[in-house]
């Protein structure tokens, strides 16, 4: 026989993670990277307010009075449409009851790239797999008007759903565009109350869409630009790099943002940011510009410098052809 294998009794958990997680460094690091990776959400949409008031009345008037309603967010990639839908959707959910006046179904013009799968997607998000059950359609149209009754069935009493779709100019390449057609009609009728958005960077979207789904969209724009000025753009740079109030290590966090303050007000970092505003407005730029000397905070090192946000700066825009030839 062989010898009896001795059973380890599970290791206990170590010490040092605690120290780690209590680490203000380790959790400085931690909380800016959410933020630089949009993990979480800006306190304020700088540049965009009236757009967000108008998305925010909007949808409101739909999870509260039952109205239903069509928009389409236009602007170019960078310039903020899916945060601002983020934003209004998280201000609206601190309502009461909000999420449970209004289903909300997300779709991508990337992910569901026809009509079917668009309707599968719209299926799980309503939970209406139960309805569907083992039903077998002989045709798309069949399994759409199914879906579709299931939300005509109701009134204006109803529980409103939120359509958002993203990449909405793909969806307009979809054969027949059956789906646009379907809610668009239902969104101007008095059934079950919808609210559709689609947010694309296309001016032109419009022309893409059949003479009957155009004439059952409300034609509503919410036009979406880059508009900040320098100032408003070292204001979104203080404001990623900032701590919270509810930071565990209050005195640590009054120390981190007087740093903060003092390191933007330097005038090689102002160079920087002058340089890449210019070369880029788009936040999603800054925040490039931002994650490698975020990452590189150390308890060696646990406080950002100017050479690390001035190295950070000419690796994203070294010409990497350019390099190669040298």
């Known amino acids: 026989m062989g010898k009896k294998i001795k059973v380890k009794s599970p290791a206990k958990p170590s010490k040092e993670l605690k120290v780690i997680d209590d680490n203000p460094t380790f959790m400085v690091q931690n909380i800016l990277r959410t933020k630089l990776a949009q993990f979480t959400l800006p306190d304020d949409l700088t540049g965009l307010e009236k757009e967000k008031s108008k998305l925010y009345d909007l949808i409101n008037r739909t999870a509260s009075t039952g109205e239903s309603n069509s928009v389409l967010v236009i602007g170019p990639r960078g310039a903020g449409k899916s945060s601002l839908i983020r934003k209004v959707l998280s201000e609206l959910r601190q309502q009461k009851n909000f999420s449970k006046n209004l289903?909300?179904?997300h779709l991508n013009g990337l992910l569901q790239t026809d009509d079917r799968i668009a309707l599968k997607e719209i299926t799980r998000q309503l939970q209406l797999e139960n309805t569907v059950g083992d039903?077998?359609?002989g045709?798309?149209?069949?399994?759409l008007q199914f879906l579709l009754d299931a939300l005509k069935a109701g009134d204006q009493k109803s529980k409103p759903v939120l359509f958002v779709l993203d990449e909405f100019?793909?969806?307009a390449h979809h054969r027949n565009q059956t789906l646009l057609y379907n809610l668009f009609d239902i969104s101007q009728s008095a059934q079950t109350p919808i609210c559709v958005i689609g947010l694309t960077c296309r001016l032109d979207v419009i022309e893409l869409l059949e003479k009957r789904v155009k004439s059952r969209f409300s034609h509503r724009q919410i036009h979406v630009f880059n508009n900040l000025t320098f100032q408003d753009y070292c204001k979104v740079c203080r404001n990623l790099l900032y701590l919270p109030t509810d930071f565990k290590h209050e005195s640590y966090s009054q120390i981190w943002n007087s740093h903060i303050d003092e390191l933007l007000e330097e005038s090689v970092v102002q160079d920087v940011l002058k340089r890449q505003y210019h070369l880029n407005k788009d936040v999603r730029g800054l925040q490039n510009l931002l994650i490698d000397p975020?990452?590189?905070l150390s308890?060696?090192?646990?406080?950002?410098?100017t050479s690390g946000i001035v190295d950070s700066f000419k690796q994203i825009t070294t010409d990497c052809k350019a390099a190669v030839l040298h």
Request: proline share 4%.
């Open 103 to 105: 289903l909300q179904v």
């Open 135 to 137: 039903r077998v359609f």
């Open 139 to 143: 045709s798309f149209s069949e399994n």
């Open 169 to 171: 100019d793909l969806f």
């Open 294 to 296: 975020v990452c590189k």
């Open 299 to 305: 308890e060696l090192n646990p406080t950002l410098t």
